[in-house]
């Protein structure tokens, strides 16, 4: 995702409302990574930690959380690649959606 192209942003609400497999948790999960791609200047890839994600979705429970966040790979939304370091945050990258006009 590039900065000087937002309107990318809007078409993927656009693709993730529109999947009929996703819930307002997924998509809850799915706003929190935009938001925290926003901040970090819509790179590519994205650093998260699980109690970000959880806050920023308003996720209380880890099963919950972990539940929606393993389906949204598994439906191909997000690859993830985690850290088990504490002092390295773990890694998020938007895989390819489609553009919708």
């Known amino acids: 995702m590039k900065k000087d192209n937002t309107i990318n942003w809007l078409n993927y609400l ?3 409302t529109a ?17 925290i791609a926003y901040i970090q200047n819509d790179k590519e890839i994205i650093f998260v930690s699980r ?33 088990y370091h504490p002092a390295y945050k773990s890694i998020i990258v938007f895989l390819n959606f489609k553009i919708i006009y």
Do not use: C
């Open 14 to 16: 656009i693709q993730i």
């Open 19 to 35: 999947d009929e497999r996703l819930t307002v948790w997924h998509i809850a999960l799915l706003l929190a990574i935009i938001k």
């Open 51 to 83: 109690s970000k994600l959880m806050f920023q979705s308003h996720i209380k429970t880890t099963p919950t959380y972990h539940k929606y966040f393993k389906e949204l790979q598994d439906f191909g939304y997000i690859k993830y690649n985690p850290s």
